[in-house]
């Protein structure tokens, strides 16, 4: 007969979230009305200032190399016109195409060199981001993922730092390369004709102001691409990792539904978006249609007049095309940047959200603790107006094993969480042999702590790995030891590779009893002061637990310990039983103390042994 139960605890964070198929806008999804903000496009940059010194001057001699020769071709042409062609001239005619031919090359060149350069800058400038951004994350509190579903938190790291790959590697050099040639063609077509570059550059000043209409409707139409597409992502990463509660209640169709509706709403999005950033090519198409009618209608007149040659107004047709490049490649740059910004925005959200758990800047490493633990007068709301803890006060001796009983909602884990410093208290202080924890290093009180949850999570990977990632640098016969420790080295031999046999994400291809053996050797190998079970035999059968038990008794040895258990046979022998109750304190002593007091311990030992009966 299995052991009688206290009453069920819960996992730590509580989220409020509405029904998955009602839930559209998460918050920090919704659509951003700001102005353009330059000094985020300069932040956005300096990822590129580390690589200037190795990159940039190349890049911008093979730019202006590539530039001259581009506008140097015009000229020969024209020349080629009115000083060969025109006069009869072979030889010279032989030349100019040969010196054509040569500007090809050279230009060919300079471009497969600058796209080389600009790519590995680039990427180079990705990987810091996304870097830069994965780091921040992992820095973050459990606050900032209540409220966030992993899907959200997940396309800021791929597709918002992908959608900035094109800036990086080709638009900053790109704006430089059109800039440099626009300003170079209009200084060449005024020094060539100045009435007949004015009458072409004419229509140039309406087509600005015609864009300015749609620019600020890309932004937002990219800003809804990026939002709908988060809330894709964080559907599909919820319906993942509960595929198997989805197909037990048979909600395939509806989830279905729901994931049709909001793949529908990403393709109207998207066409959206896509319709209007490509509004830009037709706009610059007709512009340059007006200009090169005027350009014929105006330079025919110059050609009959005299006032020009024929090769002059070839040279001009060549430039204008020079010309309307850069202002097209400009216009879709605009349209490039906003997407980007569209991105940054949400990047930078992101980088910018401070960790609601931070290291004072005079915070000291917590030398090897004895495991003296205080809790005094602690409060802790997980949502304002929403107490968890209570006046909390208690004191866990060094060695001593503590267990923390009551009903689900109780405060057992938030006491955990603060212990952990992955909370901080709202009121009263947490402190380690006197430290208190806000007060030292996050690195030098965690690496004191090993931690075992009902919930526990494998990574993909060896189970070798998963064992040796509570001590990275463990030796085999060290992982293999405290495997044999807990009883998981018998089942772990008869897999097919042994420690070797690679397990999926979350260790799909395990019981929960041998996922939860795994973590009793982990937290073991990391050999911790201080020893917290959440639940930790909650998933193993009744001989399995036979075992852990006894391999508890070396796990707690010497170590301060807090338990959360509804098992009767993790806890009656813990030194300390403390009974939790709406985030107060109701009782506090061992567990025949707690029985003849007849209060709500007893309570809940005697609802359990009926439940059984």
């Known amino acids: 007969m299995s052991q009688p139960k206290l009453a069920e605890t819960r996992p730590v964070r509580p989220e409020v979230r509405t029904p998955p198929r009602t839930r559209f806008i998460y918050q920090d999804d919704e659509e951003m009305e700001k102005a353009f903000n330059w000094a985020q496009l300069c932040r956005l940059l300096r990822y590129l200032m580390p690589y200037r010194r190795q990159v940039i001057p190349l890049t911008v001699l093979f730019t202006l190399l590539g530039t001259v020769t581009k506008l140097s071709i015009p000229l020969l042409i024209s020349w080629s016109i009115d000083k060969a062609l025109m006069k009869g001239n072979g030889n010279l005619l032989v030349i100019y195409v040969g010196c054509m031919l040569v500007l090809y090359a050279v230009q060919w060149g300079a471009n497969m060199g600058r796209i080389r350069l600009t790519s590995v800058m680039g990427q180079r400038a990705i990987y810091d981001l996304r870097a830069d951004l994965f780091q921040h994350i992992q820095k973050l509190s459990f606050r900032f993922f209540d409220k966030r579903p992993a899907g959200s938190v997940l396309v800021r790291i791929t597709n918002d730092v992908n959608a900035l790959q094109d800036l990086f590697a080709n638009g900053a050099v790109n704006l430089l390369i059109d800039c440099i040639q626009l300003t170079a063609v209009i200084i060449i077509l005024l020094f060539l004709n100045v009435k007949l570059a004015v009458a072409i550059m004419v229509v140039v000043p309406l087509m600005f102001i015609v864009s300015q209409a749609v620019r600020l409707r890309i932004r937002r139409a990219w800003q809804g691409v990026r939002t709908i597409q988060s809330q894709m992502n964080a559907h599909l990463n919820e319906s993942i990792q509960g595929i198997r509660i989805t197909q037990a209640y048979t909600q395939e169709q509806p989830n279905m539904r729901y994931f049709s509706e909001v793949n529908e709403r990403n393709r109207l999005n998207w066409n959206r978006a896509l319709s209007l950033n490509m509004s830009f090519g037709p706009l610059i198409e007709i512009t340059m249609a007006v200009g090169t009618c005027i350009l014929f209608w105006y330079g025919s007149h110059q050609v009959q007049s ?12 060549n430039y204008i095309g020079s010309f309307w490049e850069p202002i097209n490649r400009l216009g879709g740059m605009y349209s490039q940047l906003l997407v980007a910004m569209a991105s940054s925005e949400r990047i930078f959200e992101f980088m910018d959200e401070l960790p609601g758990i931070d290291e004072k800047d005079d915070a000291v490493d917590l030398p090897p603790i004895q495991g003296r633990i205080q809790l005094d007068r602690v409060h802790f709301e997980y949502e304002p107006g929403r107490p968890a803890l209570r006046g909390v006060s208690l004191t866990a001796e060094p060695g001593q094993s503590v267990a923390f009983v009551g009903h689900t909602g109780s405060g057992k884990s938030t006491i955990i969480n603060l212990i952990c410093r992955f909370y901080d208290p709202t009121e009263g202080k947490v402190s380690i042999d006197g430290y208190d924890l806000r007060d030292v290093t996050l690195n030098s009180l965690r690496k004191q702590i090993g931690i075992v949850l009902q919930d526990t999570f494998i990574f993909s990977g060896s189970i070798r790995d998963n064992i040796r990632f509570g001590k990275l640098e463990a030796t085999d016969e060290e992982i293999e030891r405290a495997a044999k420790a807990v009883h998981a080295h018998d089942f772990i031999v008869k897999l097919p590779n042994g420690y070797d046999t690679e397990v999926e994400e979350r260790g799909s291809v395990l019981s929960m009893g041998q996922r939860q053996l795994i973590s009793f050797a982990r937290a073991l190998l ?34 301060t310990s807090f338990l959360i258990a509804h098992r009767l046979s993790t806890i009656r022998n813990a030194d300390k039983i403390i009974v939790m109750d709406h985030g107060v304190m109701k009782e506090e002593g061992n567990h025949a103390g707690l029985m003849e007091r007849r209060g709500l311990y007893y309570g809940l030992i005697q609802s359990q042994y009926k439940y059984l009966s």
């Open 306 to 317: 005299g006032a020009i040659t024929i090769g002059l107004l070839v040279a001009f047709a």
């Open 526 to 559: 990391s050999d911790p002061r201080i020893l917290i079970l959440d639940e930790a035999t909650a998933s193993i059968d009744t001989e399995t637990e036979l075992k852990i038990q006894e391999a508890l008794k070396t796990l707690l040895a010497g170590r």
